[in-house]
């Protein structure tokens, strides 16, 4: 029920789609570009939707806290830490 100022949906396709074709071709100054970016686009959402989050009834904002923690989780790790959540 909340309305984003840019949603990053057609940016975020071509990156996944670019991601995947620099590691093929073993490419990783491109990929960690790629990567970059799409960590960049994930940090604008979760505060945008950390902030519009509180006109939202307390049922909403308690089934929306475990995805906006997995995706801050995904978004600080880094290669050689311990237990990441892949995505």
Known sequence: ?????MTHEREGQSLRRRAGGYAHAKQFKRLR??????RTILGVLL???QRKMATLAQ?????L???LE???R???QRPHDKNK???
């Open 33 to 38: 570009q790629v990567v970059r970016r799409q």
């Open 70 to 72: 997995r995706a801050e």
């Open 65 to 67: 806290k475990p995805w």
């Open 85 to 87: 959540l892949y995505a």
């Open 59 to 63: 049922a909403a904002q308690d089934q």
């Open 47 to 49: 505060r945008e939707v």
């Open 1 to 5: 029920g909340l309305k984003l100022k």
């Open 74 to 76: 995904i978004r600080s």
